[in-house]
Structures are given as structure tokens and as C-alpha cells.
């Protein structure tokens, strides 16, 4: 089965920040990594019409970007991965294949 995604994605540096108060470091996620995702589900929940999966998962990703700026790839689907869970399966954690496809 194949889903789309059409937005370009959003690494994860600008999906995740951190911060240090009282010596303590804190990971949230930005507003902009919380709408993405959000989108996301609402799109890919458009598109699942099964129950999550429970058995473990061989995935391939392919990432279409616009343009041909140099950028890595492996910080690119974290975000994607998360907002699967729970739509195409029960945890990320099921997945032990993860195949990354850049392409223009």
C-alpha cells in the first residue's frame, strides 16, 4: 500500500527544540512540528481505512523535495514515522526495515 504525504518534510531540527530550565534539559515539540503532524494524521487517516497493524514492519519512504538543496536525509521522517502510530500501526517500534528514497 502506498500513502502520500504532499507537504515537504520538515527535519527535525525544526520539528523538535530543547530548552534548559533549572539545569534541567526539556525536549517539546515546536507549534509548527505540532500542525505538520497533525496534518499529517488527518491526511494519512483519509487513506487507512484497516486497524494498526501489530506485526513488524518493512517500510520504505520516499521523500520528494522541490528543490535540489543540498539535505540530508536522516532527519527527515522522524515526524513521519510519528504520525503513523497509531493510524498504520501500534508503535514505530514494530518497524525493523526502514528504507529512506530521496528524491526531485
Known amino acids: 500500500m502506498t500513502l502520500t504525504l504532499l ?20 525536549s517539546y ?7 505538520r503532524k ?24 520516499t521523500l520528494f523535495f522541490g528543490k535540489r538543496r543540498k539535505r540530508g536525509i536522516d532527519n527527515q521522517f522522524k ?8 493510524i498504520v500501526w501500534e508503535d514505530d517500534k514494530q518497524v525493523v526495515d526502514l528504507r529512506i528514497v530521496k528524491a526531485f
Open 29 to 35: 515539540m515546536t507549534p509548527a512540528g505540532r500542525d
Open 79 to 86: 515526524l513521519i514515522l510519528n504520525a503513523l502510530t497509531g
Open 38 to 61: 497533525e496534518s499529517y494524521r488527518v491526511r494519512l487517516m483519509g487513506q487507512w481505512f484497516g486497524a494498526p497493524h501489530t506485526t513488524l514492519l518493512h517500510i520504505t519512504v
Open 7 to 26: 507537504d515537504e518534510p520538515l527535519s527535525t531540527n525544526h520539528v523538535y527544540k530543547h530548552s534548559c530550565t533549572r539545569g534541567y534539559l526539556h
